[in-house]
Nanobody, 115 residues
Framework: QVQLVESGGGLVQAGGSLTLSCAAS????????MGWYRQAPGKQRELVAD???????NYADSVKGRFTISRDNAKYTVYLQMISLEPEDTAVYYC?????????WGQGTQVTVPS
């Protein structure tokens, strides 16, 4: 069974923090680089952070120093710790493998940072 279940989003004031979680099925998670993507209203989905099975990470310039991606290989779970949130971080956040697992996406989790 294929699954991606994101959680942890919410409404947070600028400067605040949130931690997102993503429970994935083994078929998507095992052996793959995993990433967090986001899609803001009217914009294309973008990759903001990724992590290899061995823990190597990469970040988009816009979130570097503020977001931290991690993974628990035993639980098939990926996390995104976000601090110093800005209104520009408002988006629906998704996780997926890199490249994405076919056309399958989870429902995402909404993060809203009012300006």
């Amino acid at each position: 069974q294929v699954q991606l279940v994101e959680s942890g989003g919410g409404l947070v004031q600028a400067g605040g923090s949130l931690t997102l979680s993503c429970a994935a099925s083994g078929s998507i998670f095992r052996g793959n680089v995993m990433g967090w993507y986001r899609q803001a209203p009217g914009k294309q989905r973008e990759l903001v952070a990724d992590i290899s099975g061995g823990g190597r990470t990469n970040y988009a310039d816009s979130v570097k120093g503020r977001f931290t991606i991690s993974r628990d290989n035993a639980k098939y779970t990926v996390y995104l710790q976000m601090i110093s949130l800005e209104p520009e971080d408002t988006a629906v956040y998704y996780c997926n493998s890199i490249p994405p697992f076919g056309a399958f996406w989870g429902q995402g989790t909404q993060v809203t940072v009012p300006s």
